[in-house]
């Protein structure tokens, strides 16, 4: 369905803009943007900074969206960088890519402004300049970047649209499910023109919009939801929330994460039956970030979301069964050597092999005032779902971490000023240099350190919190619009029997801890991922000792799997 249909509005198209001081390539560059996205672009090439800022600035007086910012590398450094800013500040959803030539890659200074240009916030990637007409390589490369930004421009139509009043808690707790399990969606504030659009569209086909929070997924057949629970998104939009037939499985991975959905992939691809059973979203704490640029095998950077969806498709591929917004309460040692699962409301299952892979949590700050704000302008972790609604106005990140850093960097793209606050001296010891790099050039966020949040408030949405500085005691009130909490991880261990072995903190021990723990009792010695019970495997973060990084999850589900099918081989 057509924004055209739904709205009954026509739009200027959106634009890609190329900027390139030679001329033949430059025609090349229009003749093949041209080519593949005339149709539902306007293309415009210019061959100089100074012409290229001018559409920009036309673009945002005019209100008109930018979709692709292409500009040569070789261009003055100096008009580069104030260009691209510009692009930036004018047109914060705009994809801004450097086009460097074919065989560039021989030259280090190349490489470099391409590193520091991404490093600084300024560019997203680069792309190969089309070398002949017809080059399928740039026009797949750019078609990504459009689909990059269809995604996060906030006027484009969606697959799911929600209606509520701005500040409606409820409301953003919804978004925040739908964006953490990669359902492509849109918010639409009650008040708005576009929310009037979508309201005329549904009313005049007899709908009823009778609730606070209005679901539609006019991609699933029109469906309308109103006031649904999570588990009512779920259903709605086709992911699994129970279980029929055989409940009895080779493997269960409880949780959805990088490393469960790793062994998921392998298990299933490797014949075992196997079941997943995730309770919140896929991708867990990782499926929130907002952009992870040091995954092997993604140079522009990949989403958690994008990441997570790709895993969860290639599990569902290879046979998969799924049990989504269901949470494992209950694990069993039974006299076959089975293990036995309850997953609450939707029953109990039984595997001959358990792989633990339920992540970590963020720790609550503990503030009353702020508690109760939790969803209105209070957000924990790191999803940054709330950015466009914060457009000019300022925002808190607490925590030193990559995730805090990288939700920092996509909040600058929209706020005024964007605060990093931690309690610490500084970040060097748990946060990525490229993250830091990215930070200190960045103009519009800081980092404060040695504070920490003791309160705030506002009526029903945040508007400001108060920060102390534990070196001073001295409190200081920010007037801010969000603040989001990333601190110290939390395992979901607490539902685990004694006999699985844990350390001071909730970890899982596997491997030579377990093996340490006097709750180890078999004759061999545990699997290197095997925990003290035999046949329960712990990977990722929750395992005591784990290095907490994304690809290291993904390691460790997809190794256990080898351990996983010596333990059945050598079970009854």
């Given amino acids: 369905m057509s924004d055209h249909a739904v709205s009954g509005v026509s739009r200027a198209r959106p634009l890609i803009l190329a900027v390139h001081t030679d001329h033949t390539a430059l025609d090349r560059l229009e003749g093949e943007l041209q080519r593949c996205f005339g ?25 008109d969206r930018v979709a692709v910012v292409l500009v040569d590398v070789t261009l003055d450094a100096r008009e580069r960088s104030k260009l691209l800013g510009a692009a930036r500040s004018l047109h914060p959803d705009a994809r801004r890519v450097l086009l460097i030539r074919w065989g560039s890659w021989a030259y280090r200074d190349v490489a470099e402004t391409i590193l520091h240009d991404i490093a600084v916030g300024d560019a997203v990637s680069y792309v190969l300049t089309p070398w002949t007409d017809g080059d399928e390589l740039f026009h797949r490369t750019v ?51 576009m929310a009037e659009q979508v309201e005329r569209y549904l009313l005049d086909a007899g709908k009823s919009l009778d609730a606070s929070v209005v679901v539609w997924m006019p991609a699933i057949g029109g469906t309308l ?5 999570d588990l009512e998104l779920a259903e709605a939009w086709g992911v699994p929330t129970t279980l029929d037939g055989d409940r009895s499985f080779d493997l269960v991975v409880v949780g959805a994460g990088p490393a ?74 039974q006299s076959d050597g089975t293990l036995r ?46 950015a466009h609604g914060l457009r000019g106005r300022r925002a808190i990140v607490v925590g030193g971490g990559n995730s805090a850093g990288q939700a920092a960097m996509h909040l600058a793209r929209y706020c005024e000023k964007v605060t990093i606050a931690i309690r610490g001296e500084g970040v060097a010891a748990s946060m990525s240099q490229y993250l830091i790099d990215a930070i200190d050039a960045a103009r519009n966020v800081e980092i404060r350190t040695h504070v920490e949040v003791v309160g705030g408030g506002g009526d029903g949405w945040l508007d400001h919190v108060v920060l102390r500085d534990r070196r001073t005691d001295a409190q200081v009130r920010e007037e801010v619009a969000g603040l989001f909490v990333m601190i110290g991880a939390q395992p979901h261990t607490a539902w685990l029997p004694a006999e699985v072995g844990r350390d001071e903190r909730g970890f899982v021990l596997a491997g030579a801890d377990a093996a340490a723990s006097p709750l180890w009792t078999s004759d061999r010695l545990p699997r290197p991922y095997e925990s003290t019970v035999p046949g329960v495997f712990a990977v990722g973060d929750v395992r005591a000792g784990s290095v907490k990084r994304v690809a290291s999850a993904v390691g460790e589900g997809s190794v256990v799997l080898a351990q996983v099918h010596q333990h059945l081989a050598e079970s009854p």
């Fill in 39 to 63: 149709s539902d672009f306007r293309v415009r090439g210019e061959s100089s900074a100074v012409d290229a800022l001018r559409t920009l600035e036309s673009a945002q007086d005019h209100g």
């Fill in 341 to 386: 699962l309850s997953a609450g409301d939707a029953g109990t299952v039984t595997g001959r092999a358990v792989v633990l892979a339920t992540g970590v949590s963020y720790r609550r700050l503990g503030v009353p005032s702020l508690e109760a704000l939790s969803g209105a302008g209070v957000f924990y972790g790191a999803s940054v779902t709330e």
């Fill in 260 to 333: 469960g959905l790793a062994a998921a992939v392998y298990g299933a691809s490797e014949g075992l039956r196997t079941l997943i059973v995730e309770r919140e979203s896929l991708g867990g704490q990782a499926g929130s970030s907002s952009l992870i640029r040091n995954y092997l095998g993604f140079s522009r950077g990949v989403s958690g979301v994008e990441l997570a969806q790709r895993g969860y498709q290639q599990a569902w591929i290879f046979g998969t069964h799924v049990l989504h917004m269901r949470e494992v309460d209950a694990l069993e040692m």
């Fill in 225 to 229: 939801l109103h006031d649904p629970s």
């Fill in 143 to 193: 078609a990504e970047l459009v689909q990059e930004w269809s995604r996060s421009e906030a006027t484009n139509w969606r697959e799911v649209v929600v209606l509520a009043d701005a500040e409606n808690a409820r409301a953003h707790e919804v978004l925040g499910v739908l964006a953490r399990n990669g359902v492509p969606h849109a918010f639409r504030p009650r008040g708005t023109e």
